[in-house]
């Protein structure tokens, strides 16, 4: 598969992982609970892969993550629980990385999920 090698700045990148669009909101155009790898760091003398000439940056849509996640387990070990943020009303977390916060009156709570991704704990609160 041919990706572009200038990615649009519309709201959303070309996943190298499944090749669906992956909307970006804010952190310097990169994909939104996604990854980015530059492939000039992966490579070496004598490994897989030697450095690139130019400099590559692959791209993951949040759902690739969790796939590459479930592939390489003991990754998840590196990320932990409450890795990003889910915006939104969503009773149900994205996966079991997420945390959501919320502000109820003058209480600010931090949830994280659940390790099976199915429902939210209440990590922290604070007043405001």
């Known amino acids: ?13 070309v996943c190298h992982g499944c090749g669906s669009m992956a909307p970006h909101h804010s ?7 996604g990854w980015v790898f530059d492939m000039s760091l992966l490579g070496y ?11 590559e940056e692959i791209r993951f849509c949040h ?4 796939k590459f996640l479930e592939t390489f387990p003991l990754l ?7 890795a990003h943020s889910q915006q939104g009303p ?3 977390p994205c996966c079991k990385y997420a ?4 502000i109820i009156g003058d209480i600010h709570i931090t949830s994280i999920a659940e ?3 199915e429902s939210w704990t209440v990590y922290d609160t604070n007043k405001i």
């Open 76 to 82: 998840s070990l590196f990320i932990g629980a409450g």
């Open 63 to 66: 759902d690739c993550v969790i």
């Open 45 to 55: 003398y004598g490994g897989f892969t030697d450095m690139p000439e130019n400099r």
């Open 90 to 92: 969503d009773e149900k």
């Open 1 to 13: 598969m041919n990706y572009p090698q200038d990615y649009p700045r519309h709201g959303f990148h």
């Open 115 to 117: 390790e099976n991704g």
């Open 99 to 102: 945390f959501k916060t919320e």
């Open 27 to 33: 952190q310097m155009n990169y994909p939104d609970n």
